[in-house]
């Protein structure tokens, strides 16, 4: 059972132009909600994370934002650069959801120079 | 401070024989998990290590299994290879059990023929 969804699943942007990236879950036992991004060849890399006690949290260019009745969280990517082409997973975890990470099907970004 | 380290980075094996992946985490992280990322499943939790207990297993078959070592290295086996075990192999670590910061490693990539 897919816990997580994530959309869209491909996004090309414009170079400065802003990435949006959705993600939506089902358990409600889930409280941190980490976004990882990928490069070809390597492993996930912590970008920002959020816990439900807060609506949106920025570092930099990067902008989660929750919005808890929904059971929604979005990535927002400021000013997209060349870059941040690589992929992107949204994940959530728990203490009362067995506490591992699970998470979305990943964005392939593709920001155009 | 060093990154969390897996060992090998690539593997080829043959059908029906079995594997060892390694995984260093970051000094001073107790807490050790694994996850299998393939193009059709995408990111998948196998288990969690901390303080050399299996605290979490996902819905992979009895064929994987890990364990942990004192100084919270990390091992983790699949026997009877079968030819969709071909993935990328992914070691995270963090602090304290899951549900806060967790960083990769590179990964393993597994290949089996």
């Known amino acids: 059972q897919q816990q997580v969804k994530q959309s869209p699943q491909s996004l090309i942007v414009q170079k400065g132009g802003i990435s949006i990236i959705n993600c939506a879950y089902e358990?409600?036992?889930?409280?941190?909600f980490p976004w990882y991004q990928q490069f070809p060849g390597k492993g996930p890399a912590l970008l920002i994370a959020?816990?439900?006690?807060?609506s949106e949290k920025k570092e930099g260019r990067f902008t989660i934002s929750f919005n808890k009745s929904a059971k929604q969280f979005s990535l927002h990517i400021m000013d997209s650069q060349p870059g941040d082409s690589a992929t992107y997973f949204c994940?959530?975890?728990?203490?009362?959801?067995?506490?591992?990470?699970?998470f979305g099907g990943g964005t392939r970004l593709m920001v155009k120079p | 401070k060093a990154g969390v380290t897996q060992t090998p980075r690539y593997l080829i094996k043959t059908r029906g024989q079995q594997v060892t992946l390694s995984c260093s985490p970051i000094?001073?992280?107790?807490?050790v998990s694994w996850y299998q990322q393939t193009p059709g499943q995408g990111l998948q939790f196998l288990f969690e290590?901390?303080?050399?207990?299996?605290?979490n297993k996902g819905n992979f078959p009895g064929r994987f299994s890990g364990r942990q070592f004192s100084n919270s290295r990390s091992e983790m086996n699949v026997s009877t290879l079968e030819l969709g075990d071909s993935a990328l192999y992914l070691c995270a670590s963090s602090l304290k059990l899951m549900n806060t910061e967790a960083f990769f490693g590179q990964g393993t990539r597994l290949t089996v023929v």
């Open positions: 290590y901390f303080s050399e207990t299996q605290r």
């Open positions: 358990n409600t036992a889930f409280d941190y």
């Open positions: 000094s001073g992280h107790r807490s």
């Open positions: 959020i816990r439900p006690d807060v």
């Open positions: 994940a959530a975890s728990g203490l009362r959801a067995g506490n591992m990470l699970t």
